[in-house]
Every structure is written in structure tokens, then in C-alpha cells.
């Protein structure tokens, strides 16, 4: 079953002389529980493509259907829909710096008012082997534990998919080859639809699945 | 889950909430302030007015009276008769009146004994008392030769029950009020005085009592000006309107700022959260209920603290000392808060929050959650550019804006602070307190009433005295020749004013003879008096000498601007009667000032007059002495020398001593010798003015305080949010002066360029300030009526001074300092850190 459909899709940027075509009349399909990683060079199209599937854009032209649901909705609906199914993960981390590790994980959950989402916390804590870190700010925190964090944020709400924008790109060799790591472990723990962009071509070798774009569209 | 979102917004909360503290104790000092000057006046104008608002006279019997003392909209009731008048010996001419308790004590306490109980005892003001020839104390008896109203004429002896307080309205006045019982069987003329309820409408309150009485003849007299004033204690004025607005203007100026500051976190703090899964609307609705809450918890802790700290501030400067004796106790001002101006301040702070919270939800609903990331590099990209081979920074105008307003606020308050000051030391000139000590004789028309030669010398001789300046004064008419011009509206507005008086009207025609002539005082000046006048002349010279032996005078021609009528001692204004120096007057000097001055006051004359003509050979703005004639100052008066007085009149009292003393010496010690040598003369009052300056300059002192402690904090929150937006500002180039470093400009240079951008803030601000400042004050000089006091216009220019040199410090630290905290560490990890 594809848990992503986009059928000619396509986003333009700005006005009149100014436009930029980002995305040009695709077509994808995503099933669910795959592991997809998207690769091309800058100004592919790629990272405005993971936006249009999260729903952090909205698309000039075509159709896209995630989760078997049309993204073209209000911002109430589609905010409990991105909670509900997609978790974000960014090279930058958008962490809270203000917040606690514990408070950054636990902040999506609260707005359903589940009183399981403590113990939920607790279970991804142990298994991101952040229990430690539990308290401490995310200035206080590594490169990698600051993504390990924004993946347990991510799946807290239980979202059934992930998508990763250079989730490596600001982290050393080792800690980058650990997230990687984490991120298939997670994939295969929870069964959750994982797409990754990425300039790395190792990366998205490990992936089941990979597609390349250029100018907006898909190569192969 | 809503800890969580004040944590995240934990800064910008804090602001907001000192913001709303703060404008609602600003609002709620300002006003408050505004309700104690307004309490301190009406307290004063009724204490100097004699306590009550209005009074019903006319044929009132037992049963009217007691109709007036049960009505409900009465909260205190004086009644006062005629009993008899003391024809002979000392107290000649005082009147016996009965009283009740209510209106004994209606400016006054008792001090010794008790009040009247019995038929024959009395009670009076300690300086009635003195000079009646008696002492201080209770239980001593004394024997009047009475008079009553048909002249019949007795013997009785009293015995003093009590002694009560002197009061500055009956000292003032001179009214020597010596009181018994009341008895309506027994007196006559009753009048009742009442004060009205709070909150009661003062004339349909007067209406409804009126309505009620039997006598037909009973009337009733109010004064308008205290009902106006007694009007504005329960309302809001404008000023207090003003004030609640312009303190919710600063509150949403000073919150648009810390936006600002915030406003990258903040937007980058919704992109997250809406990443989260959290929509926008949820998210501006936690931070709705969130601010309103600070509104709600921060504006009850401002209106608290605003209170505690005028009741500490008013202790601290001694305003709770002010007091009033009503009604037999001692009153000290107590402002009532006043419910309107509450929630008024209440009402545009919550608009003002509103306001912002409005904007706040407009800016966060713009554009994507991407866009709402990247927030921060499009301001960013702003702060500097390339001109001229030269780096150039964004200028910062709001900031700039911002820091003149709080330069111009703060010294344009203090200015109008100044001017206030300036206003109350024209009142105490206008009332021509120019001693230390000053005997005056009663405004009536009894001149014989004054200080002899004799006691004037015994004055010379007390250890202390410095001067003594004296004046006669006799009423005259002075005859308006043709072709002299009069100010006709001055003259049509105060004539209409006297015309119920006792005096009539100031210009008119005479019935015998049909000269047109005006009402003035002949003064006799000493030459210590005459001296003091050079400082008020306008035209012309003063020659004592010649002023001795020969017919000049000294005119003094009141000067006044349109619509300002009650002020007349303006310096450069228009006189009322362009006279001249050279100019010959016409005098008709009364030949008998005893009889029939009720016909000489309504233009006829019966015993005769003869003229003098005098020339003007000087002409002065202020007659530095008063005129104790009824007339008061209105019109233009001659004065001349004493000894000339002497010669042409006969006259040999001193209506006005004015004494000037070492301020060194005891002048508690002092006043006790004056009352000594003065307490067989019956018709004056020895004033001191030395302590009523005191209490008037403390008074200013208070005032000038809190004024310049609130012209600082408004100030201060307008410099407050100038120095968060160039700090933001500064903050905004941190990446700028990170590329600039990467090729190749030395932080030697950054931080130079820093010193020249101050300088030239500092430049654009304090010629702006200034000029903005020399605006506002010269329109608060010219609305104020300085400038036609003759006041200057320059003062407290040191405020100028150091108000640029803390606008350049900060400056200096906000350019420089910022910028090298900013230079400080590694070019790379400025570049990137977030």
C-alpha cells in the first residue's frame, strides 16, 4: 500500500519573471514501511520535495495524497495530521535550546493530553541511550545525542513516518555513521516509512530504495 | 504543557510582564498624583473660603432650620446668628455672633477649655482673644459694652469657656468672631452653611432643600468654583484621561520593542512547534491566555505597588503632614482612588496588550513554517552594506526616535516642573507677601484701623528687624480724563463681578457732578517701600526726594493679557489705562472717611471731597505692598510718598507694615513681641509669612520631587526600549562582522567604526533632542504665561547637560561595547553560531 501519491506535482517559487520551478510535474509513490533516500545536487528539488510530502509547503499543481489524505487542508488539520503520522528530523536538529532533552522529546505528545507519553519518553530515552542526558539543555549535548534527540521527538506521537534532511550533514564521521545506524534501527523497530535526503551516495546506498532528481524532476 | 511554553518564551514573558507592572503603576502614580493636587487645592480653597460650599439665609425660622439640619443630603451644618456688637473699649466694633458647635469649629479646634455651654460664656480664636486685651485661657471673665441691632445699648459680663485654634481664613479676613450659644429666641439673622454629601449633585441638592422650606424669603448662595471643584474630586479629569493613554502608548511602544528583540526566537520557536504538529492557532491561543494572564496577575501587582509606593513616597516627602482643620479635627489629605481612573488605566493597558497580541498573531500567521526558520537571515542580510569603498550600517531610526522622545520627555517634563514652580512663586508674588512679617488692617472700610508711628518705632527697635516698610492707604476716585484709554473688556468683566458687591463697580460715573472716575487707593509709602519699587518700573524713575516735598506719584497700572483678567501683575502685558509718565491725575480726596461709605462706594457722596492733581513720575507693574481697601488691586492706585501723604491728608496710620527680619533670630520669639506691641489695636492681623513660605516651598519641593521622579521613569522606558532596539540592532551584524574579519578588516577597525556610529547617533540625537526640547519648552512658556510674567525662559540648563552626557555614555556603551563583545573569540564560530 503507498503511503505517499503524488501524481504531477509541482511547485513553483515566486511571481511572474521571478518564478523558480522546484518541483516539475513528478510523479512518486512511496509504499509503506519502505526506506527511500532521495539524492541530487543543489537545487534539485529534493529538500522542497521531503517539504511538500511533511506538509511544511504547499504544492502549486497536482495532487498528493500522504497517508491517503489530500495535504491541501487547513493548518488546524494538517498540524494534527504531521503529529499524528510524520516526524521531522534536520540537519540543524530544531531542538528548543531553552528546553530540556526530556522537554523537547515530550513537547508533541503533550497537546493529545496522554498521560502514556511519560512512559513513552522514558522507553525512547533508554533506547536513544539517552537516559543520562535526560535534563541537560541541547547546548550541553553532543552533535550526535542532539540528533538522537530530535529522532525520539519524532517518534513520540508514534508518527508513521520519517523524514530525514541531511540528518548527517552537521555531525563528524562517527557520530554521522551512528545516527545512520540508529535511523535503520529504528526503521525496522517500529516499522515506520523512513525517507532520507542526502548528498551522501554511501548513504543512500544502505537505503531499499533510491531516487535521484534533477531540475524538479525525478531521474531514476 | 504550559510550563514548558513559558520556558520557552520565558524572556519575552518577563518583558511583558515588567512592561504591564510598570505602565499601570506609572498610570496609577500619575494619576494619583493628579487626585492629591486636586484634594490639596479644593482642601485648600475650602479651608481659605471657610469650609462650607453654601449657605440658606434669608427669613429662615426654628422650623426651616431644622428642615435644613434633618435633610439627607447634608453632611455638616453651621449655623451662625447675630447676637450683639461691642461699641466701646477694646474689640470696638466686633460682633457677638451664636453659633453652634458645627460652625465654631468649622476651621478650628479647641485648644483650652471646652465650648459654650451656658448663656454667658464665650469662646474665641486665641488672637481674637489677644486683641481683645484678654489672654490665652479659659475661665477668665470680661465685661463688653453691647449694642444691638437697634442700637439699644447694655453691659454684660462673660466668662471665656475655651479657646480655640487660630485659623488662617478668620486671620486672613480678620474676622473677629466672638462666639455664645445660639439662640433663635434670642438672635437674629440665622444662616445656615452646609456641606453636601459626596457623590450628592451640589444644586439639585440645594434645589431640593429650597423646596422644602416654608419661609418664601429664604435663599440660597453656593459657590461655583468649589462646586467645580468638588465636581472634579469624584470624577476623571482630562489630564487623568491623558495620562491613563499615554501610559498604555508607552506599554504598547515598549512591547513592539521587546518583540522585536525576540521576534527571530520567537518566529523560530513557532516553526518548530508547528513542525511539532502544534497549529498555529493552538499555539497563538497558549500565548494569548498566557499574556493575559501576566495582564492579569502583573496589572493587580502594578496598581498594588502603585499604591504602596505613593504611600511610602508620600511619607518619604512629607505629604501626609499637610492638613486642614474641618469641623473640629485635623484633616490630612487622603486621595481617594478613583474608580473611573482605574479602570481607565486598566481598560487602555488591556487595549494596548490587545493590540499587541493582535500584531504578534498577524506576524505569526505570515508565511511558512520555513520561512518562519529562516526568520533571523533575512534581517540579517539588512544590517550593513557597501558605500563608497566604505562599510555602512543600516541606521536604526525607531531607536533614534525612541531615544529623543526620552530626552525630550524627560526635560520637557521637567520644564513644565519649573514653569509649575515658577506659577506658584507668582501666586505668593501676586499676593504681595513681600515680608517676613506683615501687619495688615482689615479689608473694610474702617481705615482708622493701622499701625501708629509710635508702635512702628517700638517695631524698629525689636532685636532683628531689618526694614520696615510701610504704607497709608486711603480709597479715592481718580477722575478719567478725555482721551484716556481703558481696557474695556477687562473693565466689563470686573465690573460685572462687582456689581452685587458692596463696592458696586470699578469705573463709573459719579452722581454728583457726573465725572467719570474710577475707584483707587492713595498710598503713602515710606521710603523703604518706595525703594522696593524701583525693581517694578516700567516708564520712568523714582526720585524719593522729590516726592517728599511735591506732588509725584508713583502709579501703579495693572497689566494684564485677554482672557487672563485675574492676573494683573504681568510684566510685559497691557496696562489697563495707558497713562504715561507726565501725565497729570485727578484725585478727590474724601474730606470724612468715617461716615457714609456705603454712599461713597455707590458713586454718591454726601460729605464733600477735594481734589489733588498729581503727576506720574513713574509708573510700575506691581505695588509691591498690598492695597487693604476692598478694592484690591483692580484698578491703577497712586502712591506717594508718606510724609507728602501726611501733609495733604492728615493721615498718620499704616494700613501695611511689612517687616523684614534677620533670619537669624527667633522668629517665634519675634512674633510674640510684634503681637505684644499690636494686641491693643483693634481691625489688624500680624501675619507670618515666614513659615506660610515654608510650607509653600516644601510644598513645591514635594511637587518638583515626584514630578522629576516620573519624568524619569517615563523617560526611562522610552530610553529603555531605544537601547533594546539598538542592541538588537548591534546584534543583528554579529555574522556581518564576522565576514568582514574573514576578509580581512581588524577588529581595531570594527570597533573604530563603532566609535563613529555613537558619535554620530550621539550627533543626530542630542540636535534633534534639543531642538525638539527648545520647542516644547517654549510653547509650555508661552501656554504657562511665563512669558508674560515676565518670568525667564531659561532655567535648569545643567538638566540639558547631563541628559547628553548619559545619552552619550549609553550610546557609547551600546555601540562599542556590544561590538567588542561580538569581535571577541573566533571569526568561524561567530559566523556560524545560531
Redesign the interface.
Known amino acids: 500500500m503507498n503511503v505517499i501519491e503524488g501524481r504531477n506535482l509541482t511547485k513553483i517559487y515566486g511571481k511572474k519573471e521571478n518564478q523558480t520551478v522546484a518541483i516539475n510535474h513528478m510523479d512518486i509513490s512511496v509504499k509503506s514501511g519502505e526506506y527511500l533516500a532521495i539524492t541530487g545536487a543543489s537545487g534539485s528539488g529534493k529538500s522542497t520535495l521531503l517539504h511538500l510530502i511533511g506538509g511544511l509547503e504547499s504544492y502549486t499543481d497536482g495532487t498528493l495524497m500522504v497517508c491517503g489524505k489530500d495535504l491541501n487542508m487547513n493548518d488546524e488539520a494538517l498540524s494534527a495530521f504531521r503529529r499524528q503520522n510524520i516526524g521531522f528530523i534536520y540537519q540543524q536538529f530544531h531542538l528548543f535550546p531553552q528546553l530540556t532533552v526530556y522537554q523537547n522529546i515530550v513537547l508533541p505528545a503533550m497537546i493529545h493530553k496522554n498521560e502514556r507519553y511519560e512512559q513513552r519518553a522514558v522507553e525512547l530515552l533508554e533506547y536513544l541511550d539517552l537516559s543520562d542526558k535526560k535534563n541537560a539543555l541541547p547546548s550541553e549535548l553532543s552533535g550526535g545525542q542532539q540528533q538522537r534527540t530530535a529522532i525520539a521527538r519524532a517518534l513520540i506521537t508514534g508518527a508513521k513516518m520519517i523524514l530525514a534532511d541531511e540528518p548527517t550533514g552537521n555531525l563528524d564521521s562517527a557520530s554521522a555513521e551512528k545516527v545512520k545506524v540508529l535511523l535503520e534501527q529504528v526503521w525496522k523497530t517500529f516499522h515506520i516509512t523512513l525517507i532520507v535526503v542526502t548528498h551522501d551516495l554511501s548513504y543512500a546506498q544502505r537505503a531499499e530504495r533510491r531516487i535521484e532528481m534533477c531540475d524538479g524532476r525525478i531521474l531514476a | 504543557?504550559y510550563r514548558?511554553l513559558i520556558?520557552?518564551q520565558?524572556k519575552i514573558l518577563i518583558c511583558i510582564a515588567i512592561g504591564i507592572f510598570f505602565a499601570i503603576f506609572l498610570g496609577f502614580g500619575m494619576g494619583w498624583m493628579e487626585e492629591f493636587q486636586k484634594e490639596v487645592a479644593y482642601k485648600e480653597y475650602q479651608y481659605n473660603t471657610g469650609s462650607y460650599i453654601a449657605y440658606f439665609s434669608g427669613n429662615l425660622d426654628e422650623q426651616d432650620i431644622n428642615i435644613i439640619v434633618n435633610d439627607n443630603h447634608i453632611s455638616q451644618c453651621g449655623i451662625v446668628t447675630y447676637y450683639k456688637k461691642i461699641y466701646e473699649g477694646k474689640g470696638k466694633d466686633i460682633w457677638i455672633r451664636g453659633a453652634n458647635e458645627n460652625y465654631m469649629l468649622r476651621n478650628s479646634i479647641v485648644v483650652k477649655g471646652r465650648l459654650p455651654e451656658k448663656e454667658n460664656e464665650i469662646i474665641a480664636e486665641q488672637w481674637v482673644l489677644e486683641a481683645i486685651g484678654l489672654e490665652a485661657k479659659n475661665g477668665q471673665e470680661i465685661t463688653f459694652s453691647l449694642e444691638d441691632e437697634e442700637g439699644k445699648q447694655s453691659t454684660e459680663t462673660f466668662i471665656v469657656s475655651g479657646v480655640l485654634e487660630n485659623s488662617a481664613y478668620s486671620k486672613e479676613n480678620g474676622l473677629t468672631n466672638i462666639f455664645v450659644r445660639y439662640d433663635l429666641q434670642r438672635d437674629r439673622y440665622p444662616i445656615v452653611n452646609l456641606d453636601i454629601k459626596e457623590k450628592e449633585d451640589l444644586l439639585e441638592s440645594l434645589e431640593d432643600i429650597k423646596g422644602k422650606l416654608i419661609s418664601t424669603d429664604s435663599f440660597y448662595e453656593y459657590s461655583s468654583e468649589a462646586g467645580a471643584m468638588r465636581q472634579q474630586q469624584y470624577t476623571l479629569t482630562g489630564e487623568q484621561l491623558g495620562k491613563c493613554i499615554f501610559s498604555a502608548f508607552l506599554l504598547l511602544f515598549y512591547l513592539l520593542c521587546i518583540f522585536r528583540l525576540f521576534e527571530e526566537q520567537y518566529m523560530q520557536?513557532i516553526?518548530?512547534?508547528?513542525?511539532?504538529?502544534?497549529?498555529?492557532?493552538?499555539i497563538l491561543a497558549v500565548y494569548y491566555k498566557m499574556v493575559l494572564g501576566l495582564y492579569v496577575v502583573f496589572s493587580l501587582l502594578g496598581l498594588t505597588a502603585g499604591k504602596v509606593c505613593m504611600a511610602f513616597l508620600s511619607k518619604a516627602a512629607r505629604l501626609d503632614q499637610i492638613h486642614f482643620i474641618f469641623w473640629g479635627r485635623q484633616v490630612s489629605i487622603q486621595p481617594k482612588t478613583v474608580m473611573p481612573m482605574v479602570l481607565c488605566i486598566f481598560l487602555f493597558t488591556f487595549v494596548a496588550v490587545l493590540l499587541f497580541l493582535i500584531w504578534v498573531s498577524f506576524k505569526s500567521m505570515r508565511g511558512?513554517?520555513?520561512m518562519q526558520?529562516r526568520y533571523g537571515e533575512r534581517a540579517e542580510r539588512k544590517s550593513c552594506r557597501m558605500r563608497k569603498g566604505k562599510l555602512h550600517y543600516k541606521t536604526e531610526w525607531i531607536s533614534i526616535i525612541l531615544f529623543i522622545l526620552a530626552q525630550v520627555l524627560c526635560l520637557s517634563v521637567s520644564y513644565q516642573q519649573l514653569a509649575n514652580e515658577r506659577k506658584a512663586e507668582y501666586e505668593t508674588f501676586s499676593q504681595c507677601r513681600n515680608g517676613d512679617f506683615q501687619i495688615l488692617g482689615y479689608q473694610s472700610e474702617n481705615i482708622s484701623n493701622g499701625a501708629t508711628r509710635e508702635q512702628l518705632e517700638e517695631v524698629k527697635k525689636l532685636p532683628g528687624t531689618i526694614a520696615v516698610e510701610t504704607a497709608m492707604v486711603l480709597p479715592v476716585r481718580v477722575k478719567i480724563e478725555d482721551g484716556l484709554q481703558v481696557a474695556d473688556d477687562y473693565y466689563k468683566m470686573y465690573n460685572a463681578y462687582a456689581k452685587d458687591t458692596y463696592y458696586r463697580e470699578f469705573i463709573g460715573e459719579e452722581k454728583a457732578g457726573g465725572d467719570i472716575v474710577y475707584k483707587s487707593s492713595l498710598m503713602g509709602y515710606n521710603d523703604a517701600a518706595l525703594g522696593k519699587l524701583s525693581d517694578y518700573i516700567i516708564e520712568g524713575s523714582i526720585d524719593i526726594e522729590k516726592m517728599r516735598h511735591s506732588n509725584t506719584a508713583v502709579l501703579f497700572v495693572p497689566q494684564y493679557v485677554e482672557g487672563r483678567y485675574r492676573q494683573r501683575f504681568y510684566k510685559n502685558a497691557d496696562r489697563v489705562m495707558d497713562y504715561n509718565v507726565g501725565d497729570l491725575i485727578t484725585v478727590k480726596i474724601r474730606d470724612q472717611y468715617t461716615e457714609d461709605m456705603e454712599q461713597y462706594w455707590s458713586m454718591e457722596d454726601h460729605t464733600g471731597s477735594h481734589e489733588e492733581v498729581f503727576e506720574v513720575g513713574a509708573i510700575v507693574y506691581y505695588p509691591y505692598l498690598p492695597n487693604t481697601s476692598v478694592m484690591g488691586l483692580v484698578n491703577p492706585d497712586i502712591i506717594i510718598s508718606s510724609d507728602r501723604m501726611s501733609q495733604l491728608t492728615g493721615q498718620q496710620i499704616c494700613r501695611v507694615v511689612n517687616i523684614q527680619i534677620d533670619h537669624r533670630c527667633n522668629a517665634q520669639k519675634y512674633i510674640r513681641e510684634l503681637n505684644n506691641i499690636f494686641s491693643s489695636v483693634g481691625g489688624i492681623t500680624v501675619n507670618d509669612f515666614i513659615s506660610k513660605r515654608m510650607e509653600q516651598q516644601m510644598r513645591n519641593r514635594i511637587y518638583a520631587v515626584i514630578g522629576i521622579l516620573w519624568s524619569l521613569l517615563v523617560g526611562t522606558g522610552f530610553m529603555a526600549c531605544a537601547v533594546i532596539g539598538v542592541k538588537h540592532h548591534i546584534l543583528q551584524r554579529k555574522k556581518d562582522l564576522a565576514l568582514c574579519r574573514m576578509i580581512g578588516f581588524s577588529k581595531k577597525l570594527l570597533q573604530t567604526d563603532a566609535r563613529r556610529e555613537a558619535g554620530i547617533y550621539f550627533l543626530w540625537i542630542s540636535m534633534l533632542a534639543l531642538a525638539g526640547t527648545f520647542v516644547l519648552q517654549y510653547i509650555i512658556f508661552l501656554r504657562s504665561g511665563m512669558q508674560v510674567m515676565g518670568l525667564a525662559f531659561w532655567g535648569r540648563e545643567y538638566q540639558k547637560a547631563i541628559f547628553i552626557f548619559i545619552n552619550f555614555i549609553i550610546l557609547y556603551i551600546l555601540f562599542y561595547r556590544n561590538t567588542s563583545l561580538m569581535l571577541r573569540g573566533e571569526m568561524i564560530s561567530q559566523y556560524r553560531e545560531?
Not at chain 2, 271 to 282: I, L, P, Q, V
Open positions: 504543557m514548558i520556558r520557552l520565558k520557536n516553526a518548530k512547534m508547528r513542525m511539532c504538529g502544534f497549529s498555529t492557532r493552538y511558512t513554517i520555513l526558520l545560531e
